[in-house]
Nanobody
Framework: QVQLVESGGGLVQAGGALRLSCPASGRTISRTSVGWFRQAPGKDREFVAGVTWSGSNIDNADSVKGRFTISRDNAKNTVYLRMNSLKPEDTAVYYC?????????????????WGQGTQVTVSS
């Protein structure tokens, strides 16, 4: 089992920045791929960014390319999401998720472990 706990969310003005953290416990995630997802009220959960276990492969949703950066520190068993130039449409609950596969998947159904989420609110 893997336990994930997101932190770092909050209220920020448009154009601001936040860094989300997702430390894992219970089992190392050093050999798993990890993704960040978000879900706004009334909308489906959507893929934001993902990274393979080595950090060598990264995938970003078009909506966040050039603004968000995913990274991981396997020594700390933690994955991060740096979010710059935030927009009101980025407002959502952000979740990190881990799977047991070596590849990044954009579908949430491919992830076995989920955190409880952290709220990000961007005001205009």
């Amino acid at each position: 089992q893997v336990q994930l706990v997101e932190s770092g969310g909050g209220l920020v003005q448009a154009g601001g920045a936040l860094r989300l953290s997702c430390p894992a416990s219970g089992r190392t995630i050093s050999r798993t791929s990890v993704g960040w997802f978000r879900q706004a009220p009334g909308k489906d959960r959507e893929f934001v960014a993902g990274v393979t276990w080595s950090g060598s492969n990264i995938d970003n949703a078009d909506s966040v390319k050039g603004r968000f950066t995913i990274s991981r520190d396997n020594a700390k068993n933690t994955v991060y999401l740096r979010m710059n130039s935030l927009k009101p449409e980025d407002t959502a609950v952000y979740y990190c998720a881990a799977n047991t596969y070596p590849s990044i998947y954009r579908s949430p159904t491919n992830y076995d472990y989920w955190g409880q989420g952290t709220q990000v609110t961007v005001s205009s």
